[in-house]
């Protein structure tokens, strides 16, 4: 997995391609550091070009979604229609975060 981060209208996404699995968990958690650290309002992680996720990355999303309660920042997933978006789905992951979907 990759990543890179963008900051625009008070909305910093963190982009992320390749798998997201186990092995990537220290990747994703200095990204997502590195997001909080941004004076803007929104965090987005954009898992559009993920190609895999397993349960330990649902469960780093859950933990990003914990401590954006602390610093009152919104954090919304956006996904593509596929494998990642199915996971997602089936483990209710927007009951708790809002996911928006690509086309």
């Not at 963008?6 to 699995?21: A, M, P, S, V, Y």
């Not at 992680?45 to 780093?60: H, N, P, R, Y």
């Not at 914990?66 to 992951?93: E, F, H, M």
């Amino acid at each position: 997995m990759e990543y890179f981060l963008t900051t625009e209208n008070n909305r910093t996404t963190i982009t992320l391609w390749g798998r997201f699995d186990s092995r990537r968990r220290q990747e994703f958690l200095t990204a997502f550091q590195q997001a909080l650290k941004e004076s803007t309002n929104e965090i987005v992680i954009d898992l559009q070009k993920v190609s895999f996720i397993d349960s330990t990355a649902v469960g780093l999303l859950m933990v990003a979604h914990q401590k954006c309660a602390s610093p009152q920042k919104g954090l919304s997933l956006c996904v593509a229609n596929g494998p990642v978006k199915q996971t997602l789905d089936y483990l209710k992951v927007s009951d708790i975060l809002p996911v928006n979907t690509s086309q």
